[in-house]
């Protein structure tokens, strides 16, 4: 059974930073490539970062480029986003996604003073 | 950037009706569209992949159709657990988008 269990959300102030973690299970994991997306209060879904299976490229929206970075290590089967910079609209829930097909259950991200 | 226009942002039905969700993208995303359902408090749950191919364990009464930059979802008889919110997601190009999604919401 495919597993997708995110951790590392939490309560954090503008302009600073927090790592969001998906552990992965029951899959393959360098066999696919994996994305996070993610989901404010009360609103649509919103793409926010996709890697390949080996990890050597990644892809962005103009809303986090060069703010976050996703990444991950196979060997841990763990995909990554690195969040800097951290402003009040990135408020959200935040999923890991294996090829938009499994979704994890979502970490909650909250920015505020 | 493709944008994706999804209709009806609401709508209103009864258990047994059939249903379409309607998503127009702004150029041809060739046939690269998905469709999720998303209860409450829970992870978006995907129904529809590329157009028409059924995700594995989903009522057969959910089928998706469309070409070039027109496409639909239809729920051929509702359900009472079909009462859901519904989003199109196109991966035809980077940046991946969705919908604005559709309430489904009981008569």
């Known amino acids: 059974e495919v597993q997708l269990v995110e951790t590392g959300g939490g309560l954090v102030q503008p302009g600073r930073s927090l790592k969001l973690s998906c552990v992965a299970s029951?899959?393959?994991?360098?066999?696919?490539?994996m994305s996070w997306t993610r989901q404010a209060p009360g609103k649509g879904l919103e793409w926010v970062a996709s890697?390949?299976?080996?990890?050597?490229?990644?892809y962005y929206p103009d809303s986090v480029k060069g703010r976050f970075t996703i990444s991950r290590d196979n060997a841990q089967n763990t995909l990554y986003l690195q969040m800097n910079s951290l402003r009040s609209e990135d408020t959200a829930t935040y999923y890991c996604?294996?090829?938009?097909?499994?979704w994890g259950q979502g970490t909650l991200v909250t920015v505020s003073s | 950037d493709i944008q994706m226009t999804q209709s009806p942002s609401f709508l209103s039905a009864s258990v047994g009706d059939r249903v379409t969700i309607n998503c127009k993208a702004s150029?041809?995303?060739?046939?690269?569209l998905n469709w999720y359902q998303q209860k409450l408090g829970e992870a978006p749950k995907r129904l529809i992949y590329?157009?028409?191919n059924l995700q594995t364990g989903i009522p057969s009464r959910f089928s998706g159709s469309g070409s070039g930059t027109d496409y639909t979802l239809t729920i051929s008889s509702l359900q009472p657990e079909d009462f859901a919110t519904y989003f199109c997601?196109?991966?035809?190009?980077?940046?991946?988008?969705f919908g604005s999604g559709t309430k489904l919401e009981i008569k």
């Open positions: 996604t294996r090829e938009g097909a499994y």
């Open positions: 029951g899959f393959t994991f360098n066999n696919y490539w």
């Open positions: 890697i390949t299976n080996s990890g050597g490229s990644t």
């Open positions: 150029q041809n995303i060739n046939k690269y």
């Open positions: 590329n157009t028409n």
């Open positions: 997601l196109q991966h035809n190009s980077f940046p991946l988008t």
